[in-house]
């Protein structure tokens, strides 16, 4: 039986995606800062909660985040607020980052792994018309970066290894419940989507930004 790691296993994604795995027949090790102290902002908690893990694992999904630290995301330059922005990147990029130095040891060094971390369309550069949410938007473009030089460097070691940054959609959550507005998906249908993602990703996508369909977001 292929195994699968979920990192954010008790948040409303990372919950409903360690379920989807399972579901698909992979046994499933999850890990989080309310079941197991892993608190991303605190490199010794991260090397704590990993350390001890032994692979292989076919699937990592890394499924933290925050979108505020507890605010609201800015509409202005002017609402910027220093601590909190370097908490929010600390939560968004940092913490990712410092997970990703523990993956590659993680995978199988001969058969086909995905790792897939959870980003947002709003972390595009490219596709920024509208501005604001300017904490969340810099710690998303930054956790791409991250991940795009994660896929290369893990690809050098594990050749058949596909690391992708992941948009979800907007998913039906406790955080993103202070926005109404927005057309949401349970969690459930939100994984199913993105299970099927990473089932369907090829070496030549490796290193990529794509959404729940599979179509690639602009930088």
């Not at 980052?97 to 993956?103: K, Q, S």
């Not at 199913?192 to 599979?214: H, I, K, P, T, W």
């Amino acid at each position: 039986m292929d195994r699968a790691l979920v990192i954010g296993a008790s948040g409303g994604i990372g919950a409903a995606i360690a379920a989807e795995l399972g579901a698909r027949g992979y046994a499933v090790t999850g890990l989080s800062r309310a079941q197991d102290g892993l608190e991303v902002t605190d490199p010794a908690a991260i090397e704590g909660a990993l350390s001890p893990l032994d692979g292989p694992f076919a699937r990592i999904v890394v499924a933290t985040g925050t979108l505020a630290d507890g605010g609201a995301p800015e509409k202005s330059l002017d609402a910027i607020d220093a601590a909190r922005m370097a908490r929010v990147m600390a939560v968004n990029a940092i913490g990712p980052a410092l997970i990703l130095g523990h993956v590659g040891r993680l995978l199988p060094r001969d058969s086909r792994a995905v790792v897939g971390v959870l980003s947002a369309r709003v972390g595009s550069i490219g596709d920024n018309r509208m501005g604001g949410w300017h904490s969340y938007r810099a710690s998303k473009a930054a956790l791409n970066q991250v991940v795009r030089g994660a896929a290369i460097e893990i690809g050098r070691q594990r050749r058949q290894a596909i690391v992708v940054a992941l948009h979800p959609g907007t998913v039906e959550t406790p955080f993103t419940a202070g926005y109404p507005g927005h057309a949401k998906v349970a969690p459930g249908h939100a994984a199913a989507r993105l299970c099927e993602v990473m089932d369907g990703l090829n070496r030549r996508q490796n290193g990529g930004f794509l959404d729940y369909a599979s179509e690639p977001i602009p930088w």
